[in-house]
């Protein structure tokens, strides 16, 4: 079924009662939920991997090889996320989840917004970038004070090893994926948030819950490889919400308030 873009009150009271007859709605997020609280995304014009390519800067290799480049990058990924805060986006899927509305987020972003809006469901494919970790030990540590002002590399306490933040570089597996396997087995409506849609495996989750039979609704302010699916027979969005992700999920809040 070719996707419906809401941009009337038919399809938007259409996407509503579909949205009230879900019985476990789940949400996908990525970059572009975030970027109202004043992150950069990755790949919109202006967005982190036109300052730093992630071939040449974002890969396990490069963190291995060549500690002090890398650390380049994720002192100016911390410095992004230096004192953000969640915006009404991340607030409203909270109420959702407050309201047993929404089962669970399924993030990419490594900002923890999610939980700081109040989410208590959340399952980060890709890490989180509070914490450092150490490959060759394994420790887990909190950050030096001086992480982003520093020019050195910081060590591991135990090892001496170049620590990284402990979010997932390219090349390295993803994390926590049994448990969103299992939090996407029964869902029949996946809210897909501000994400091209380009990244496996996060980027077939869509596909797998079209697959059992669930519905798409896409939030995103431009159409992404998701929105029309086709490809090599990829799944694409019942229904595309073309704006930001905070007013077009207000708009879903608001009409559910609405048709209580
Ligand atoms: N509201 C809704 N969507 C938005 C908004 C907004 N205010 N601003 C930007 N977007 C959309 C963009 O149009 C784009 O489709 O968010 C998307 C962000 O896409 P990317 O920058 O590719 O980010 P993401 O999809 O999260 O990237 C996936 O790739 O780079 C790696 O590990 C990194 O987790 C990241 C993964």
């Given at each position: 079924?070719?996707e419906?873009?809401?941009?009337?009150?038919?399809?938007?009271?259409?996407?509503?009662?579909?949205?009230?007859?879900?019985?476990?709605?789940?949400?996908?997020?990525?970059?572009?939920?975030?970027?109202?609280?004043?992150?950069?995304?990755?790949?919109?014009?202006?967005?982190?991997?036109?300052?730093?390519?992630?071939?040449?800067?974002?890969?396990?290799?490069?963190?291995?090889?060549?500690?002090?480049?890398?650390?380049?990058?994720?002192?100016?990924?911390?410095?992004?996320?230096?004192?953000?805060?969640?915006?009404?986006?991340?607030?409203?899927?909270?109420?959702?989840?407050?309201?047993?509305?929404?089962?669970?987020?399924?993030?990419?972003?490594?900002?923890?917004?999610?939980?700081?809006?109040?989410?208590?469901?959340?399952?980060?494919?890709?890490?989180?970038?509070?914490?450092?970790?150490?490959?060759?030990?394994?420790?887990?540590?909190?950050?030096?004070?001086?992480?982003?002002?520093?020019?050195?590399?910081?060590?591991?306490?135990?090892?001496?090893?170049?620590?990284?933040?402990?979010?997932?570089?390219?090349?390295?597996?993803?994390?926590?994926?049994?448990?969103?396997?299992?939090?996407?087995?029964?869902?029949?409506?996946?809210?897909?948030?501000?994400?091209s849609a380009q990244?496996y495996?996060?980027a077939a989750?869509p596909e797998?819950?079209?697959?059992?039979?669930?519905?798409?609704?896409?939030?995103?302010?431009?159409e992404t490889v998701l929105t029309h699916g086709g490809a090599g027979g990829r799944a694409g969005s019942?229904?595309?919400?073309?704006?930001?992700?905070?007013?077009?999920?207000?708009?879903?809040?608001?009409?559910?308030?609405?048709?209580?």
């Amino acid at each position: 079924m070719k996707e419906i873009t809401v941009h009337n009150q038919e399809h938007l009271e259409e996407a509503i009662a579909k949205f009230q007859s879900s019985r476990h709605c789940v949400a996908l997020t990525g970059a572009g939920i975030s970027v109202e609280s004043g992150i950069d995304d990755f790949r919109s014009p202006g967005g982190l991997w036109s300052k730093f390519p992630p071939d040449e800067y974002g890969t396990i290799t490069v963190f291995l090889t060549d500690p002090e480049k890398a650390w380049k990058l994720f002192r100016s990924l911390g410095r992004g996320l230096l004192g953000k805060v969640p915006n009404r986006a991340h607030r409203v899927l909270a109420q959702l989840e407050d309201m047993k509305l929404l089962k669970g987020v399924v993030t990419q972003n490594i900002d923890n917004l999610h939980q700081d809006a109040g989410s208590n469901i959340v399952l980060e494919i890709h890490g989180n970038h509070h914490y450092l970790q150490c490959l060759g030990c394994g420790d887990v540590c909190v950050p030096p004070d001086n992480v982003l002002t520093s020019e050195n590399v910081p060590l591991c306490r135990h090892c001496n090893r170049a620590l990284k933040p402990n979010v997932v570089l390219f090349g390295e597996n993803v994390r926590q994926l049994d448990e969103i396997y299992d939090l996407l087995r029964h869902c029949d409506l996946l809210m897909v948030i501000g994400t091209s849609a380009q990244v496996y495996p996060a980027a077939a989750l869509p596909e797998q819950v079209k697959h059992s039979g669930g519905l798409i609704f896409e939030f995103n302010i431009e159409e992404t490889v998701l929105t029309h699916g086709g490809a090599g027979g990829r799944a694409g969005s019942d229904y595309f919400f073309n704006g930001s992700a905070s007013a077009m999920l207000q708009l879903l809040l608001n009409g559910n308030s609405a048709n209580q």
